[in-house]
């Protein structure tokens, strides 16, 4: 059997996510410290997993409406008002995916016809240029840098922006940047898109860790709720990565065709993540979401003592103010490929090359700070060590 020749070539042709690479080592490494997982090393809160366990008990082991539990989906837009000040209508503007990653897919499927163009920050999540191909789309890189603290600037989307734009993705807090856009710099964005028919995927799953004032919702932008579909979900910022549970949001016309695609290929999201998810948000609501308040201000201290390590280690890096990742730069003539397997085989420090989030990042590499203090002070230790060898 020929299976280049049965197999799908826009899918083939995609290489495996940069990550997966270094990842694969390290798992037959010892002594090596790890900052490059993408997620929390808290665990899920017990009262999450005993909403789950009661659930299975009282014999909740069905499929539920493929929009998701009518009750999670009104905790969702409780939430979504209170904590963003957007309203979804929790019946048709709100559907419970596994993950914000299947929300990613739904609604590129949902928009992209073959040929069309996906504008996409650069660097970004390393899913999303994949996406836009199994969707027939084409990946178009919008520039951003360290001087402008890898914000998403208005004049870098004028230029992207060409009749074949269909949409832009918005990942703001950034990952793998830690960067976060203001309401300044929405609007910004929204005065570009404002007089044309492109619309906004704006993936804000790491809404809760941003570390210097609110985090403001794109759709909230005067104008902008009827163009975007906003993500967001309970993997990062409620210690549910493996629960595999977020949502989309939207005006009910994209909904709809969103649901169709899930409906079809999913059906639903997994029943006992629903109850955990939604005793996560009636707990938050009852006691000023403690559970993610702890997190996030540990996050805080983690951010300032991996940032402070690193420019003493002789890295330049850029304050992130979001998510949790540090993004430095490699010292002047090396790449970030080269770096990082390098550091890994000579410190035993796992990071991430930029380049697996996109060209610009060719030149800087991804530190999670999702790791307890004393891995990080090894890290930056062994990373202090290793550029002042070079």
Known sequence: MNYEHVLCRRVSEIPPSGIRKFFDIVSEMKDVVSLGVGEPDFHTPW??????????????????????????????????AERFHVEYDPVKEILVTVGASEGIDLALRALVEP?????????????????????????????TDAANEFKLTPDALRRAITPKTK???????????GAVMTRKDLEGIAAVLRDTEIMVISDEIYAELTYEGKHVSF???PGMWERTITLNGFSKAFAMTGWRLGYACGPRELME???????????CASTPAQYAALEALNSGTQNEYQDVRRMVESYDR?????????????????????????????????????????????KKVAAVPGDAFG???KNFFRC????SNENILKAVHRIGEFVASL
Not at 56 to 79: C, V
Not at 368 to 371: E, F, R, T, V
Request: charged share 15%.
């Open 167 to 177: 949409a832009l993705i918005l990942p703001y807090p950034n990952n793998p940047t």
């Open 219 to 221: 759709a909230e932008i």
């Open 368 to 371: 999670s700070y999702a790791a």
């Open 47 to 80: 009262s999450y997993s005993d909403a789950a366990i009661y659930s299975l008990r009282k014999g909740h082991t069905h499929y539920t409406s493929n929009w998701g539990l009518l009750e999670l989906r009104r905790a969702i837009a409780h939430y979504m």
């Open 115 to 143: 040929g069309d163009e996906v504008l996409v920050p650069d660097p970004s999540y390393v899913s999303y240029m994949p996406n836009i191909r199994f969707a027939a789309g084409i990946c178009v890189p919008v520039p």
């Open 359 to 361: 060209i610009t990042g």
């Open 302 to 346: 983690r951010r300032r003592l991996i940032v402070n390590g690193l420019r003493e280690a002789g890295l330049s890096c850029h304050e992130p103010k979001g998510a949790f990742y540090a993004f430095p730069a490699t010292p002047a003539g090396m790449d970030s490929q080269t770096f990082c397997e390098k550091l890994l085989w000579e």
């Open 257 to 267: 065709v969103l649901c169709k695609i899930h409906q079809y290929t999913m059906l």
